[in-house]
């Protein structure tokens, strides 16, 4: 069953309350989405803890076969 985008979108807000978040449906699916993360919770970390964070804050909707979440492009980073 796919996610809606406000939902994937909700989940990353409450993870990350003040970040900036884009997500963009990739193929209109919903099972195809591409993420854009910029926190300062990411300062110091490396790029696979900073996507780990990301990945955490989904709650496993990326789990398994059954995953409501087929696949994520994810850029994170701090803020300039």
């Known amino acids: 069953m796919p996610i809606a985008q406000n939902e994937l979108e909700d989940l990353l807000r409450s993870a990350f309350p003040n970040g900036s978040i884009s997500v963009r449906d990739l193929a209109g699916d919903g099972n195809h989405y591409a993420a854009e ?44």
């Open 37 to 80: 993360v910029v926190d300062e919770s990411f300062r110091g970390k490396n790029r696979v803890q900073q996507q780990r964070a990301v990945y955490a804050a989904l709650k496993g909707k990326m789990d398994g076969p059954s995953g409501e979440l087929h696949a994520l492009a994810l850029t994170t980073r701090i803020p300039e």
